[in-house]
């Protein structure tokens, strides 16, 4: 038989199509523009890649964990959950967490959503306070999760106060709290009072409160850790990623930290062998390295507090920032500065409030280049 002639396919009727459920019909799916530009300042990622040292390292842990990939991997990564444990003790300056407290997964993403699976679900709330990362939503959207807000404090500062948090429980008697420190996208970071008074309104309904910590490291000098609550407060779980600092986001690697029965009821839901062979292996290498992956946070944030000063001086508003990116407002449409921005191949995020843009911090050069083409795109 020859070939089909190209206009022989039949035709289906889009009406014949098997539908998605309520609440993904319709829907787009998560993704930041992914464009080739010169300054690519959208997405928050550590812009200094490991030394062609340290990638030969890594290389040859990933070439040594691909000789076994008959085999399944370690389905509960023992080793990469203690040498996770051992790093959070030296950042945070906690006694190691018990390897039962540790967990990981593909990405801080895939620890939200495993959280949500395990503690939400039919019948069960999340409450989160906006402006905030996108996705929490769509976690609670996927686990069936009904997902509620509250308002953050008033620009610029965006601030949380214990106050606030305790009223937002009271009133929306929510089985899930998540809270973000530094938070994304306004780069605020929590003090310790909110995140405990929190954990107490939680606590004599056993809800859980989850302290998304994805920017941790970033953090300045004297800014503690949630980590340090876990011993009071066992309803507490710190998430974190090696995404950003780490230089490490394709490599795809979340964990948290939490009471060992909270890490009991994630795995149960976790699907089998979720973290491969490589993966572990390419984590391993890397935390055994990381003076060198976490050697430009400090340049980072030195980084970030001078884009910060330049900014309130040309007179835009600034939420302070702990993490790796800034907010400000512009002076004209967003949409149009971002365009303009874009013209001059620097890429950054519409993200927050109307008026608002993100900026990642990246390189002095990227920084510079910033500096100068937002001058040209949003005059004042």
Not at 318 to 324: C, H, I, L
Not at 330 to 344: G, I, K, Q, W, Y
């Amino acid at each position: 038989m020859g070939p089909m002639p190209e206009n022989s396919a039949p035709t289906l009727a889009t009406d014949a199509l098997p539908q998605p459920r309520d609440g993904i019909a319709g829907a787009a799916p998560y993704g930041a523009p992914q464009l080739e530009v010169e300054h690519a300042l959208n997405v928050n990622e550590n812009p200094y890649g490991p030394s062609p040292e340290l990638a030969a390292s890594i290389g040859r842990a990933a070439a040594d964990a691909a000789v076994g990939l008959n085999r399944y991997p370690d389905r509960e990564a023992l080793d990469l959950r203690t040498d996770l444990g051992e790093y959070l003790a030296a950042e945070s300056g906690i006694a190691a967490p018990p390897l039962e407290s540790v967990w990981a997964a593909n990405g801080s993403n895939e620890i939200m959503h495993q959280l949500l699976l395990a503690f939400g679900g039919p019948g069960r709330t999340a409450l989160g306070f906006t402006p905030h990362y996108s996705m929490y939503p769509e976690y609670a959207r996927d686990t069936y999760t009904r997902w509620v807000t509250a308002e953050r404090g008033p620009e610029p500062e965006f601030a949380l106060t214990a106050e606030a948090v305790t009223a937002a429980i009271a009133a929306h008697e929510p089985n899930i709290v998540v809270l973000t420190s530094p938070n994304n996208p306004t780069g605020t970071a929590l003090t310790l009072d909110v995140v405990e008074a929190a954990a107490a309104a939680l606590a004599p309904s056993r809800g859980l409160l989850v302290v998304d910590e994805a920017y941790g490291e970033f953090r300045r000098d004297g800014v503690p850790s949630a980590l340090t609550l876990l011993d009071r407060h066992p309803n507490i779980v710190v998430t974190r990623t090696m995404s950003k600092a780490f230089a490490l986001a394709g490599a795809r690697l979340g964990y948290l930290v939490a009471h060992p029965a909270i890490v009991d009821a994630v795995r149960v839901v976790r699907l089998p062998y979720h973290l491969s062979a490589v993966t572990q292996a390419v984590a391993r290498a890397a935390l055994a390295h990381r003076e060198e992956l976490l050697g430009k946070v400090a340049l980072l944030r030195s980084e970030r507090d001078a884009l910060a000063e330049h900014l309130v001086a040309r007179g835009h508003d600034v939420a302070p920032s702990d993490a790796n990116f800034i907010l400000f407002r512009t002076f004209s449409d967003r949409d149009a500065v971002f365009e303009a921005l874009l013209d001059r191949s620097v890429l950054v995020r519409a993200v927050g409030p109307a008026g608002w843009l993100r900026v990642s911090i990246g390189t002095p050069e990227n920084n510079t280049a910033f500096r100068t083409a937002l001058e040209e795109a949003d005059p004042r």
